[in-house]
């Protein structure tokens, strides 16, 4: 397995209230990336960054934010969690060498977040 | 209309027969073509991509590309009890490093 990893895996929080997912990885890839996934919708890309300090939105990115100070970590934020964010989110990383279409994307074990 | 399509399921396919997933995608200009696995509760992990026209094998896994089509497929052979899980269809476009996911087959494979 690729050393991801997403803290906390789960937690419960309530509408209203910030919440801070982290991604930690150990394979010093470029690329790293947040999901959320639900039922019906498959995977869908929030924001993504490829670089420390460098990110930018992905499909689904109203009421997101993240940041990235260090190159093995990529943190998402809810600065005000609503029960449309209860989802289970994913982090993922590539090495993404220019040009390289295999490079592939390797995911975490995931969060499940719930907002009451 | 999705950007990637497939199809829900679930496709039930007795054990030993051979399960055929497909994937429809609208931008002609994709690159590279990704199959992912995901059990239940667990993360997607990587199986196999594909990038040329025509069929790439690996095990019992076998992706074929149509790019004039548009159409990406996963065969699995031999199916297995342990085969069952939903298979994500992922497609990388043109340019960046994005991925665009379809919503996922589930497969059951009955013992």
């Known amino acids: 397995d690729a050393g991801i990893t997403q803290s906390p895996r789960h937690k419960v929080t309530e509408t209203g209230t910030p919440v801070t997912l982290r991604c930690h990885q150990t394979?010093?890839?470029?690329?790293m990336y947040w999901y959320r996934q639900d039922p019906g919708h498959g995977l869908r890309l929030i924001h993504y960054?490829?670089?420390?300090?460098?990110?930018d939105k992905g499909e689904v990115s109203d009421g997101y934010s993240v940041s990235r100070s260090k190159t093995e970590d990529f943190l998402l934020t809810l600065e005000s969690a609503t029960s449309s964010q209860t989802s289970v989110y994913f982090c993922a990383i590539s090495e993404s060498f220019q040009l390289a279409r295999t490079d592939t994307q390797y995911f975490g074990p995931g969060t499940r977040l719930t907002v009451l | 209309q999705k950007e990637v399509e497939q199809n829900s399921g679930p496709l039930s396919v007795p054990e030993g027969a051979i399960a055929s997933l497909n994937c429809t995608y609208s931008?002609?200009?994709?690159?590279?073509f990704f199959w992912y696995r995901q059990y239940s509760g667990k993360s997607p992990e990587l199986i196999m991509f594909?990038?040329?026209?025509g069929d790439k094998e690996d095990g019992r896994f076998t992706a074929q590309l149509n790019k004039a089509s548009q159409y990406v497929s996963l065969l699995i052979r031999d199916s297995q009890p342990s085969d069952s899980a939903t298979y994500l269809c992922a497609v990388k476009g043109e340019y960046g490093n994005k991925l665009v996911f379809g919503a996922g087959t589930i497969l059951r494979v009955k013992s």
């Open positions: 960054s490829y670089g420390v300090k460098d990110t």
């Open positions: 394979e010093n890839h470029r690329y």
């Open positions: 931008d002609r200009g994709s690159q590279s």
């Open positions: 594909i990038y040329s026209n």
